[in-house]
């Protein structure tokens, strides 16, 4: 198992923008796939975004791809959710989830989650 930190949850303006951070070990043993995922009231929860170990592969889903955007710091082993043009629908609560297995989109192939962050957008 790893221990992930989520950080940057806020209240945002339609159309603003927010970052949010999942934090790993400051000494990770080995690399993961790192994946978003969201959920909000009365819906099951979403993938949004993911990066593979290697850093070259990232996938979005198609309700954010173009106004999300995926990248990791690897010194710091962090990854962020850079998130622009935010709409209201994108209200939810933010989970990162690590992977060190296959590459997947399916929340049901990541291990480990952080404790999520609440993303508010209003209109």
């Known amino acids: 198992q790893v221990q992930l930190v989520e950080s940057g949850r806020g209240l945002v303006q339609a159309g603003g923008s927010l970052r949010l951070s999942c934090a790993g070990p400051?000494?990770?043993?080995?690399?993961?796939?790192i994946g978003w995922f969201r959920q909000s009231p009365g819906k099951e929860r979403e993938f949004v975004a993911a990066?593979?170990?290697?850093?070259?592969?990232?996938h979005y889903s198609d309700s954010v791809k173009g106004r999300f955007t995926i990248s990791r710091d690897a010194p710091r082993n962090t990854v962020h959710l850079d998130m622009n043009s935010l709409d209201p629908e994108d209200t939810g609560i933010y989970y990162c989830?690590?992977?060190?297995?296959?590459?997947?989109?399916?929340?049901?192939?990541?291990?480990?989650w952080g404790q999520g962050t609440q993303v508010t957008v209003s209109s």
């Open positions: 989830a690590a992977n060190s297995a296959a590459w997947s989109t399916s929340p049901t192939d990541f291990a480990d």
């Open positions: 400051e000494r990770p043993t080995k690399m993961y796939h």
């Open positions: 990066i593979s170990k290697s850093s070259i592969i990232k």
